[in-house]
Nanobody
Framework: QVQLVESGGGLVQAGGSLRLSCAASGLTFSTYAMGWFRQAPGKEREFVAVISWNIYTYYANSAKGRFIISRENAKNTVILQMNSLKPEDTAVYYC?????????????????WGQGTQVTVSS
């Protein structure tokens, strides 16, 4: 059974940084693509960033230049470093795992999801 557990969310002022972590278990981590999505109140869940099994990365336009996704296969962990945060980044952030392994941006490509971690950016 795949389990994904996010941590690192919190309250930060605009312009600040947060580092989200996702610890994975129950899967052959190195073969999966790992993604981050977010969902703000009243909005649909949206793609933020993804890292493939072979370390290719892809970002939503809203995240480019500010967020960095990385993975540590030895620790079964994926990281989302978020810099220059804006109030519009406020959302619940979800970690997700895709057995396809390749870059993917649709929620339907990801079979396993974490419980989410709240990120709140104050102005």
């Amino acid at each position: 059974q795949v389990q994904l557990v996010e941590s690192g969310g919190g309250l930060v002022q605009a312009g600040g940084s947060l580092r989200l972590s996702c610890a994975a278990s129950g899967l052959t981590f190195s073969t999966y693509a790992m993604g981050w999505f977010r969902q703000a109140p009243g909005k649909e869940r949206e793609f933020v960033a993804v890292i493939s099994w072979n370390i290719y990365t892809y970002y939503a336009n809203s995240a480019k230049g500010r967020f960095i996704i990385s993975r540590e296969n030895a620790k079964n962990t994926v990281i989302l470093q978020m810099n220059s945060l804006k109030p519009e980044d406020t959302a619940v952030y979800y970690c997700a795992a895709s057995p396809r392994g390749a870059i993917a941006t649709s929620t339907s490509d990801f079979r396993s999801w974490g419980q989410g971690t709240q990120v709140t950016v104050s102005s």
